[in-house]
RNA sequence: GGGGCUGUAGCUCAGUUGGAUAGAGCGACGGUUUCCUAAACCGUAGGUCGUGGGUUCAAGUCCCGCCAGCCCCGCCA
């Protein structure tokens, strides 16, 4: 519906100025009127907009709310083009003006969707008048990036399931984004685990692909034992970071063995869960780190502090209240995650060749990062790295909780391993369809129900995670994920079902009528919510809240559930029965390419 | 000490530039099936929006103070 009330906000400012020439507004009413606009209606029975200006200004212009409210009605119903769309505008409660779309343009906005891949929402329009110098619709969203020779756990659920749902939104509208993963591939830790591969497998470096290592958690496990309770060890690991850093060749295919070793536990996961990535570690930056000292240098923002290169930034206190700085570079001559972080939005804004050009870049951690974003983003403002029309946002996530409200733990401590979360949604999928079919009596075969199991438990994690405002913490639960009824993946999925239900039982979906007819309430309620997809969109793609979108398509599933329970389709009397598959079909469009958003595969039966 | 986030129904959470009687879901209680998958639908009960001020015609929403919980704060990322 955002053509819509484009069109009615056009109509409603031609209305106001005639209303309120411009030049005879005091400097207030200009304020309220250029800030007033079409709003969508509070609450259903409001219709689909709402004005709310007469209020505001009645004080200013010193006349009744109400008066003033009917003023504007009255214009807008002279007005061809609202006359068009819109049934006669309604005064209510103390001022306010309430409209809704008349079925004459509702019926005609179904028509665009019936057959439209993109459900009547256009591509995002980028202008081209930098074309040569930059990717003007290029995004990069940064997100996932576990450490290489660790597992991937559940603090990198959220990170990799919202970064790769906002990645499809962008997508979808229109970007060209490029998802990074911005692995953990470089620094200390691989001298302890270089100097013991070394000695645990040393046959891996001469002779290619001669070793798996099986259980990488576990060897970083010893490595780390080791490095902490040998201090020959300890020496022997930090003349390997030298080695590592300076290029030395053995020390190299080390490190690129444990990073491929990773690499394969990581997609395994990454294919599971079907999401994309570019992976391009810390070590991408590595020869780009000391640029960034000397860009800085220049600029004269580095400030000696004990032997470190460090920033001060106004805002950033310690402790003792002292000046507190954010290190550049070590006092042994080292980089830090700062360094890394800068030279990564240095190249990413940068212009090709040197650089990706990206005009948006966007970091998906978990809210503990904000301050160390925050100061990053100031270093990189100051050294004058983001250029003014590009934007740069850190978005934070809180953390994942178990039932009792702290972070999620095995009983036993331990971090919970990621595949072990997605095994266990899938196996208590499982359990609840084998039940449900023995009470059913339905009987199907053995890759059903994997297909099906698989697909619950995988969508229920997913979505269990983006349906929520990703800044508060999220509290994790099996039951409620998996859960049949609420605002959950297999409610969802179960919307679905039903409407493929319809196509089987023989109700053709692929509507090409030019004789659609409406007449119950639930099914303008159907058709309004339907309409409202293209400014959700639009909504997640400004805030980037996924929450938004799942929101949405539980309230279309709530509603089609209620259409479907209480309005018969197959059984109905033509047109009705067209019209009401035509329905069935935009709603099944709609949910299929919102669960595509959320990176949520779907199903025919389950 | 400084900074950030959070605080809304018994529980888990929505709440879009300030708008009409604060919304869902779960749980509780009651009802609906010769009919497209009842994994659904309908109804009832449940609230001092942490707290105290302020701004406004209008505050869960904006500003200030306070309380509680979580997180971050010099050479880890």
């Avoid at 509702?106 to 439209?116: A, P």
């Avoid at 040197?354 to 403002?381: C, E, M, W």
């Avoid at 850190?394 to 009983?411: A, C, E, I, M």
């Avoid at 196996?427 to 009470?439: G, Y």
Wanted: glycine letters at 6%; hydrophobic letters at 40%; charged letters at 25%.
């Amino acid at each position: 519906m955002l053509e819509i009330s484009k069109k009615l906000e056009d109509v409603l400012n031609r209305a106001l100025v005639k209303i309120f020439p411009k030049e005879d507004r005091s400097n207030k009413t200009s304020s309220i009127l250029s800030g007033t606009k079409l709003l969508p209606a509070s609450k259903p029975e409001f219709g689909d907009f709402q004005i709310n200006c007469a209020l505001p200004l009645a004080k200013e212009i010193k006349q009744p709310p109400r008066q003033i409210a009917q003023q504007i009605a009255n214009h807008l119903q002279k007005d061809n083009d609202y006359l068009q769309i819109c049934n006669a505008p309604i005064v209510a409660g103390p001022g306010f003006i309430n409209i809704s779309i008349n079925s004459k343009t509702l019926i005609s906005e179904i028509y665009v969707r019936l057959n439209d891949e993109r459900l009547g929402i256009p591509l995002k329009e980028f202008s081209t008048v930098k074309k040569e110098e930059k990717n003007n619709n290029r995004v990069i969203i940064d997100f996932s990036s576990p450490n290489i020779a660790k597992e991937m756990h559940v603090g990198h659920l959220r990170s990799t399931i919202i970064g790769d749902s906002l990645a499809r939104v962008l997508e979808f509208c229109g970007y060209e984004v490029l998802r990074i993963n911005h692995v953990g591939d470089w620094g200390t830790q691989f001298g302890m685990l270089i100097t013991h591969l070394k000695e645990v497998i040393p046959e891996a470096l001469y002779t290619k692909d001669v070793v798996e290592i099986s259980d990488l958690v576990n060897f970083y496990r010893q490595a780390k034992k080791r490095f902490d309770e040998d201090p020959v060890f300890q020496n022997k690991s930090r003349s390997e970071v030298v080695n590592l850093q300076t290029g030395h060749q053995d020390s190299l295919i080390a490190w690129q063995l444990l990073c491929n070793q990773s690499r394969k536990e990581f997609q395994k996961i990454y294919d599971r869960l079907d999401i994309k990535l570019t992976e391009r570690g810390e070590s991408f930056y590595n020869n780009l780190l000391v640029d960034v000292i000397n860009d800085l240098k220049n600029k004269d923002l580095l400030i000696n502090d004990q032997g470190a290169q460090c920033v001060f930034l106004d805002g950033f206190v310690g402790k003792d209240g002292k000046p507190q700085p954010i290190i550049i570079q070590k006092s042994d001559g080292g980089f830090n995650y700062a360094t890394t972080d800068l030279a990564a939005i240095k190249y990413r804004l940068a212009p090709p060749p040197n650089g990706d050009g990206a005009v948006r870049l966007i970091y998906v951690t978990d809210a503990g990062q904000a301050s160390h974003f925050f100061g990053v983003f100031q270093i990189a403002k100051l050294a004058k790295w983001i250029p003014i029309d590009c934007q740069v946002e850190h978005v934070p996530f809180g953390l994942v909780q178990g039932d009792d409200g702290k972070k999620l733990k095995t009983r036993s401590g331990e971090t919970i391993r990621l595949v072990e979360l997605l095994d266990e949604a899938i196996q208590r999928a499982k359990t609840d369809l084998i039940d449900r079919l023995k009470t059913e009596s339905r009987s199907e075969n053995e890759s059903f129900i994997n297909k099906v199991s698989t697909t619950v438990g995988i969508a229920a994690i997913k979505y269990a995670d983006l349906s929520q405002n990703r800044i508060s913490n999220y509290q994790f639960s099996f039951n409620k994920m998996l859960s049949l009824q609420g605002n959950t993946a297999p409610y969802l999925l179960y919307a679905l079902v039903r409407i493929a239900g319809i196509s089987r039982k023989g109700g053709d979906l692929n509507v090409e009528s030019q004789n659609i007819l409406f007449n119950e309430p639930q099914e303008w309620n159907l058709i309004r919510k339907l309409l409202q997809l293209d400014s959700v969109i639009a909504e997640v793609e400004k805030e980037l809240l996924p929450n938004r979108l799942c929101g949405y398509l539980f309230e279309l599933s709530q509603i089609f559930n209620r259409f479907y329970d209480q309005i018969p389709v197959l059984k109905a009397n033509e047109p009705s029965r067209t019209s009401r598959l035509a329905l069935c079909s935009i709603t099944a469009e709609t949910l299929k390419l919102g669960m595509n958003l959320l990176g949520i595969p779907t199903l025919e039966r389950m």
